[in-house]
């Protein structure tokens, strides 16, 4: 069985050409008809977010207070590849070359967030490919929840309100007064981040919990109920997020009892 050694040269890896010679003072890089094989590695914090052809993490390494991750990269006849990366370059790339050709076949890579004293902050997070060889399209993503870390995180919701499509002053029948209430995935209410209050078309809630949640929002006119809504959403860790607009209806079934 065949044993791949990789050389690291910073995130991008190649095999070694060490004393490698095809015939006629060929090295292994260097041919004008060679197609390397390539395998890409990538790591998203608290999901993944889709812009149009751009895909990000939701949240950034420090957000986790992850510094770096170790890499683990197993595949047909014995490959195996290891390394620890800066977490912020979010993506390991392995190249193999004519001498050492990475075999087809499936392949896993496996993952560990590291903090700055290099100590495991996460469980160890897998995710598998089919590897074609001459192909550079094969693609590993690892995609995380906050449930994978050993932390706990808080976030700032920058929330902003529409009753309608319309401000609280402009909504018909305009909104005097509105009400939060947050509930985690498993439905328990978050009965510290309660609001009530005048009717506001933005609010700031900070140290909220960070992940997936729930938040129930109400408004009324003349202490009449008229709006209701209840609004999955990803909050995400630290004080630099996304803001996220909730529209609130004047549906009679649109907050249901949990």
Not at 120 to 131: G, K, Q, R
Not at 232 to 252: H, L, M, R, W, Y
Request: aromatic share 10%.
């Amino acid at each position: 069985m065949k044993k791949f050694v990789l050389i690291i040269m910073s995130i991008i890896v190649f095999a070694s050409v060490a004393g490698c010679d095809e015939g006629g003072g060929e090295t292994c890089n260097n041919s004008n008809n060679f197609i390397p094989t390539s395998i890409s590695i990538k790591w998203f914090i608290n999901g993944k977010r889709i812009n149009g052809s751009t895909e990000t993490s939701y949240d950034n390494c420090g957000d986790v207070e992850a510094t770096r991750v170790n890499v683990a990269v197993t595949g047909p006849e014995e490959f195996y590849h290891e390394e620890q990366v800066s977490c912020n370059s979010m993506e390991v790339l392995l190249y193999d070359d004519k001498c050492d050709r990475f075999p087809s076949g499936n392949y896993t890579a496996q993952i560990v967030f590291l903090n700055s004293d290099a100590t495991a902050i996460s469980n160890p997070l897998s995710a598998m490919t089919n590897v074609v060889t001459n192909t550079q399209s094969n693609k590993i993503e690892i995609i995380s929840d906050l449930d994978d870390f050993l932390n706990e995180y808080t976030g700032t919701l920058y929330a902003d309100f529409l009753w309608g499509g319309k401000s609280c002053e402009n909504a018909d029948p305009s909104v005097t007064q509105v009400n939060l209430q947050f509930y985690d995935n498993d439905q328990n209410h978050l009965s510290d981040f309660d609001y009530e209050d005048s009717c506001i078309d933005s609010k700031d809630i900070n140290d909220l919990p960070a992940g997936d949640l729930i938040v129930r929002i109400t408004g009324t006119t003349d202490g009449t109920e008229i709006y209701c809504g209840d609004f999955p959403f990803k909050n995400g860790a630290g004080i630099i997020n996304i803001p996220i607009e909730f529209d609130v209806t004047q549906s009679a079934t649109s907050c249901e009892t949990f």
